[in-house]
């Protein structure tokens, strides 16, 4: 990252979210330039979705408008984090351009009408995609409101057809070098798959039946890869002109898994993302510490940025609401986020949108008004947000915005291998069994992050692999190394039972871990949906068990049923100056919190302060050479906490005993002392 | 209408069904009409769906069978409403015009097979269509069989494709004159889909993602503007030939919204309805009056024609199931209908069909023959009805055949505008809300007409607005007047919030109605399904909420829990001479009566008579200058009612108490001094 | 069958599974043997999906490593079952020839990447699966090691498209001579249906709104006749070449009905089935109970081949899950085959495949390796049938494997009629009643076969009819002349309700059955899922009721409720020496066992031994000149059975009271007396 990184400037914590001025007459603007200086704005981001706006005919630029809000904008002082548009091509694209227009796995062309209408394989997507952003970052990348590039928007489209049928041959290509090691990767004896030339594979279109998971998972990684070249490109383009000015991409968290997020990371300057929480109450915080630990891993420990959340709390599709936040939540909700390393909070998106596909999404200026609860706690939160502005600092160097001692172990190996047919259990999808582990240790106090197995882990006192059904070897090798170390693992059912292209490993399921967890695993045992599983130690487990031989662990916990009474359930082996512990089956709740805390007391691993679990979060954030003690309560209880130091929030001095009630917040900087 | 409309003429009520001869051979033509003169049928529906009888090939037309069976009727002095077949194009049809056949959104091409298969926009259909129904006019409107032109049948069908963009492009280009407006009015600003020329435009086929309300909403208006000049141009070429037929078109009610009703009501000279209750007991009598309200009201509240009713109580799609009604159910279902206005009762259909895609549909004559249950009662149905031949003439001129004080709000936009995706909420559509109010009125004895906000509401004491989430100033402006000059008003939740194009309303969510209605909504509150509200009257909600500000008007009730406690759920505000209520949430069953029954006190509209009410029916049909009252007993109960009148059904004086048991019926012509 | 029957030869029962050693690398081959002689493997087979292995060019055959696994397989005294791999094509096959590919109703072309990606009826799929199965036929035919030609592989495959339109009009042609008669038996005057070319003919594609069932019934019905072609065209070659090598192909039991099980039988030697139970427990034992009944019927009461059952209990799509099963729950339910006539058993695979679509389907070798329980048990069972050789000879000449009294009427058109929509009610569905009749006669101890209306039923005591709502004039006559000549039936609602066609019956909805039911059914009463109906004699029913006149039958119980109190629920008609029972309802579990109780009684049918019936199963096989009483005990409980003769598994004398615990299994070989 360039040194002189305006977003390391002193604008402080930065405060806004997407301004779209080109759906609304110029008289609006002044208005718009009027509220958000009420309300603190330092930072929006233009030009996300613009395109049509902005190229209205091929090769036609109107950057009038352009010029003016970016003028405007510098002239009130407020930071522009500037979009290329590339998210939805206009509809001319598609006259001109019809066959670089998305195709369904059933051969259904896609046209215009909403977003993201186009083939990212398509050599004419890809070329408008280059020359607008290289219009626009010769104008602006030396525009004074400019702070960053913000690339795309939400990257995440797949297509089939033609074009995309081309590209995945090369990928292949590139991949396999020939079809013998294609062919046996694949296992394409099985069903009569055998390739004999190249141009015999396609994506995998519609087919009669169950699929090829192997050839599933190379169209995953390629359509990865794929989005990943159109991210380069761009970022390619506008460092040519200006370096320096530095690059994100936003990443929708958690549930978008087209590509891979370490990758897309190392493409760009700053990791941002777009996080809604879809539940209200305790459920939805947990959610802002899960995506806020996901983003900030992704950010290499550093701080990250909230491109976009929404005032109302929650815009869920799956239950068809739009439920808006209780009064005070999102301050509180902010506080989460910053809490765990952002540097600052963006919405999406400034005004509502008159009309339009997402009339009714969460704006910071709503249909109603100034004159709105809405409004008034968005200048609530800038006020407060513009106070807080000592925790803007990046961290000392060589250290984390967190310091953590626990990380989960994300890849999108593992997320895309359980995303597949024709599987033991439809049970063993991979972000449900991450976020049930993130969750059981919010709930224990415990603060995480994420890794994937390719990185020093030194640093971690327990690194967690909750689903890993594809792991190579050279991922075993390096939790092994790690254990050796001192490290500490636990690895969950199921994982490793392939390797990293879906083959399955031969002779025992824990494949290239079960040396390091000194047990053989015989047989899967998938359970019914309603079937619950008893263990000796009096908890219960439920969904999938498994045949579990001991060499050279022991067993903790044991199966009491027939037919695997008797057999271990959890298991514990002692590898070097480590332990590896393996669950070989989903626990219940109270047994989960019940075996991690077991595992952390392993590990050496507590709470970042004496209060924290249940409720009571505890998060401490380093900005220069200060920490700063974020306790939230969560919970329906008033609690007391023990605390030294100064609250930001409420400026003043803390000396012991303080209470908390529900909802509360303290932004505490800590006591030399103490750090 | 004309005055020698044949409708009018001496046949009493009407009775029959649809009759397909051309599925029977010739002898069983004479069993029909024998069976037809025992059950006191006087009318019959020819020609629905008989395309590929009447021109087996291109051009090549087979009017014998045609010819004979309407000698056949005219001379058994059974009056023959006459179909234009144009709903099926035959087989040869889409051999001959590929073009012309029906595309879905996902771009598949539709084929014959089933019934409809044609798009209304191809010139090819539309010539077809034309030139048959010429052939048909020419030849039989002088037919001394004819009563009546059936136009089509259950008109309803949506097509995208070419042939449909291009009249898409053209109906849009008419409504906005140029493309700027429309960029505007859709606000394709919003995710770049401003177009530059009118051929980027395309009917809303499959997109990457939500799609733009305003534009499906545009879509909806053209198609059913289309199916409307399909109607007219039919209208047209039958009225050249002789004008004084009257002309009908059936609609499908009430689940069908693929046109507006009141507009093809205009092109017709009576409202014609298909209606099956799907449901047993209570409900379905409910849906009953619904179904005979709305097509009263389209008809302008004159009587209207029955076209379709099964002798099954249920054909029940949903629950996938054929239920037979109850013994006498048919009787007393017919009897509703003919209360609200009907000028008879026709089937669907006559015969079963031996084979083919509703060989198991309910008919007159059933597979098991004349002996049999079914037409045992069509027999006593039939013979009911002649004899209450009085009740057939229209009502003396300017009156409706009901007088109704409450009228609901009925418009294709309101249903259209709630037909979209990325509402707050997925509960928020017309027609449950719609049905939920008129229900609630039934029970309490209210009987209702229903209106569109562009005619005047004088003759009404109380304008209900279940739902209108696209309100335009006019209409707004039409109830203003209304109340201002004494009306009453209820406006329900979400209502106004945006214009007629889904422009969402700046600076208050009931945008046209807040002066009106003398409160400001700043924002909404969905509900989660599980969601119970409680109200300060001790009522409850679900649902839905909102924050209410009080400007003029007052609180009713208000809601008690975080974070709108103490926020007014339901509010009064007078204007003028009226009163203007709303109600913030949607309202429980009970709690949803209370008020109702407020606001007709308000109103000063009481029942029809004083037994009406929880079971009880009472009607008052006017027929000539005669008023008749029906009393039906939906109860379990057996009621005392008071009574004066000429009982038509027992031909017996009625002086006072009268005892109804549960499903028996009364239709007293009332002395004159009590009307 | 020829005298030289190889799988009549010394081989005993077979034991072994698929085996696809092109999947594997050489080296693993003799591995394979090694475990497959441990395991007493007597019989693989080879081929099924190897084309792309076999011709992985159009033309180019690569038979070398086919010769050297059947010589490994002649050297090692194991039997081949040889597959012609024609159910899945290569990848180059699509790119030669698209024009093949099957295309869904929708007109979806889908592509190979799966399986069975082919169009039956293109001519370019049937000259290459012709010209494969030439060269196979010649090079394998005398091979030592073959035993038996495995044709193709679960056929199955529908497809919609030009070239499936070409052959059907030629089906109907041959079928209707002309459109008159075409155009009468599927009443296309119904809904403008009428054909006036043959070109205006196709598949059931997409469509508006309902399908003509008479269409849909003739197209599955030439669907299943275009696969039957593809088997004799197979059939042919291979007995071209050695006509004394028996034939198979594997029928998928229960659930597929894609073509006549009854007419593919007689195409081939010997029937083969795929059986995989869905359920646990006792449930899934009845399940193998009906696909052993199935296989035997359809192979005429002759010893038939289990060709796949699975070592995992349960291959549940529905459920998701790939449930373990119990341990010595695959013996018992490979007993349970045996029982009923099964050669043994095979299993899909020997060897669980490395990748690819069905990588974790059940093996005989599991991925874990021989050190698992699954070999262990496979071991076990290929060693208990090795002891068992003495029931592999067929029966004395003349009998059936099994002899029993009691037949269920299964034929394709029974099927199929009920598998369309806008019947009367979902809930009339074929598979379901039959399953559930066969159900309650295995819980009486009552063992079953299946027939067809076509053929002799003599043999039988009492043939029932739980589902055939299509039924000809011949079938109810061969019912009739058997009940005439001594025989009992009964026949469940709805059937007979219409002809062969789908057209309705006229005058009865028993049509062809009334007169041998002595009954007229004048109206159906479908009825709400949760409606439970009372009878008279104290049991309950639901789903369905029928308003029934007696015309010589007597009712055995009637209805109790409104409306149709007092009218009969089940009839007795008595007709010649033989009785007809007609149950007009879906009776409850109870009730149906009490009324089949009643009707056995009737019929003289009593269990196979005393103690069976409720989890006891008792079924006698004969082999040679022997007869074998198996006793299988499927409940919780132990019990104690008379029995005498020597029990095969444990080789040891009984005389007389025998212990029998939850689980265990007797094959006790009879002394002659009790034959």
Chains 1, 2, 3 share one sequence.
Not at 375 to 398: C, D, M, S, W, Y
């Amino acid at each position: 990252m360039p040194t002189d990184h305006p977003l390391r400037s002193d604008d402080g914590l930065v405060f806004g979210g997407d301004y779209n001025p080109e759906q609304w007459p110029e008289s609006v603007w002044l208005e718009d330039v009027r509220l958000m200086r009420e309300a603190h704005v330092n930072r929006v981001t233009i030009g996300v979705f613009s395109w049509s706006s902005i190229e209205p005919r091929e090769g036609q630029y109107e950057f009038g408008w352009l010029d003016r809000i970016l003028d405007l904008m510098a002239e009130n002082g407020i930071g522009v984090v500037l979009a290329t548009p590339t998210a939805s091509p206009p509809p001319w694209f598609s006259l001109a351009h019809p066959e670089a227009l998305p195709v369904t796995a059933d051969g259904v062309r896609l046209i215009h009408g909403s977003r993201d209408t186009y083939n990212p394989a398509a050599p004419a997507y890809r070329a408008a995609a280059r020359r607008l952003t290289s219009a626009m970052a010769e104008r602006y990348s030396f525009h004074p409101a400019l702070r960053m590039w913000h690339l795309h928007n939400e990257y995440g489209t797949v297509s089939y057809g033609p074009q995309t049928d081309t590209a995945f041959r090369e990928w292949l290509r590139a991949k396999y070098g020939d079809l013998w090691e294609l062919n046996t990767t694949w296992n394409t004896a099985f069903w009569s798959q055998g390739y004999g030339e190249w141009e015999e594979i396609f994506a995998p279109q519609a087919t009669q039946y169950l699929p090829n998971p192997s050839h599933l998972l190379d169209f995953k990684r390629f359509s990865a890869d794929l989005l990943r070249d159109c991210l380069r490109e761009q970022a390619e383009i506008v460092r040519s002109v200006r370096p320096e000015v530095p690059v994100t991409t936003n990443f929708m968290l958690p549930s978008w898994n087209h590509y891979d997020q370490w990758d897309f990371a190392a493409e760009i300057d700053d990791v941002s993302v777009d996080h809604y929480p879809d539940t209200p109450g305790i459920e939805g915080d947990v959610q802002v510490a899960f995506g806020s630990d996901l983003a900030r891993s992704f950010n290499g420990g550093r701080p990250w940025v909230l491109m976009e959340q929404a005032t109302t709390m929650v815009y869920d599709y799956a239950q068809g609401r739009i439920l808006a936040r209780d009064p005070g939540k999102l301050l509180f909700n902010t506080l989460q986020y910053l809490a765990r390393g952002a540097t600052g909070s963006l919405f999406f998106q400034w005004r509502s949108p008159r009309a339009g596909a997402e009339f009714f999404h969460s704006p910071m200026v709503p249909h109603a008004g100034e004159n709105s609860r809405t409004f008034r706690e968005i200048v609530e939160l800038g006020t407060t947000l513009a106070n807080l502005h000592e925790l803007a600092p990046p961290p000392a160097a060589g250290h984390g915005v967190n310091q953590n001692r626990v990380a989960i172990v994300w890849d999108a190996t593992a997320w895309w291998s359980t995303d597949t047919r024709a599987l033991p259990s439809n049970d063993t999808a991979f972000l449900p069994a991450v976020k049930s582990v993130h969750r059981a240790l919010w709930l224990l106090g415990i603060n995480t992050d994420f890794v994937q197995l390719d990185q020093d882990l030194s640093g971690y006192n327990l690194v967690l692999v909750p689903s890993k059904l594809a792991a190579s070897n050279a991922e075993a090798e390096v939790l092994r190394r790690f254990v050796a170390n001192g490290g500490h693992t636990a690895i969950w059912y199921f994982s490793g039972s392939t390797d990293e292209n879906l083959n399955v490993r031969q002779g025992s399921f824990t494949g290239a871990f079960a040396d390091l967890l000194g047990i053989r695993v015989e047989e899967h045992f998938p359970q019914l949906e309603a079937t619950a599983l008893k263990l000796s130690d009096g908890s219960t487990a439920d969904c999938w068990a498994e045949a579990v031989e001991l060499r050279g662990a022991i067993s903790i916990s044991n199966f009491t049923e027939f037919p695997l009474a008797g057999r271990p359930a959890v298991t514990k082996h002692g590898v070097g100056m480590g332990t590896a512990h393996y669950l070989a089956t989903r626990l219940g709740e109270d047994a989960l919190r019940t075996h991690l805390r077991r595992i952390l007391n392993d590990a050496g691993v507590s709470p970042e302060h004496p209060a924290a679990g249940y409720g009571i979060e505890a998060v401490r954030r380093y900005a220069g050479n200060d920490s700063y003690l974020f306790l939230l309560n969560h919970s329906e209880e008033t609690v007391d906490v023990g605390i030294h130091g100064h609250d930001l929030l409420t400026d003043s001095a803390l000396h012991g005993e303080t209470t908390l009630g529900p909802g509360a917040a303290l932004i505490v900087r800590e006591p030399w002392a103490e750090q």
